[in-house]
């Protein structure tokens, strides 16, 4: 089961800043086809809103394909669909299948652990930031010390004056 949900990790794209998956995708998880499982979701339309579920543009689909390079898709006639994790969430009311159902899980903990993932980045970012100001604000104060030592040392390094000697020259 960790397999699978690793599997699943790698069908989630980023498209229109959501996390979502391919029609093709979810179909070839849930063991049906494409073209039923998009029949099935047009039965329930009112259940997928634009938030849920889109349709992607010629040119979203197309960048999409020149990122991925090899295609999973085939040679569909029209853009796929892709569904945001509560989309996902709604399909398991639409296909009662027992393989939905366990699909379904599944996917539900790649798109936790994908949360957990980019929430505990963002933590180690801020982490990295706040050490960055922090080094920041020691150079800042260290560097007139050292500065200081620097023109404290060339004043030592530099030639002595030459001072009119007092007292008895032989």
Known sequence: MKDATIAIQDMIYEIRGQKVMFDNDLATLYQVETKYLNRMVKRHIKRFPYDFMFQLTKNEFSDLRCQIVTSSWGGSRYNPYVFTEQGIAMLSGILNSDTAISVNIQIMRAFVKLRHYVISQAETNEQISELRKLLML???????????????????????????KIGFNP
Do not use: F, G, H, S
């Not at 800042?140 to 004056?161: F, G, H, M, T, Y």
């Open 138 to 164: 020691y150079i800042e104060k260290n560097d007139k010390r050292v500065n200081d030592i620097i023109i404290a040392l060339n004043k030592l390094v530099e030639q002595p004056k030459e001072t009119k």
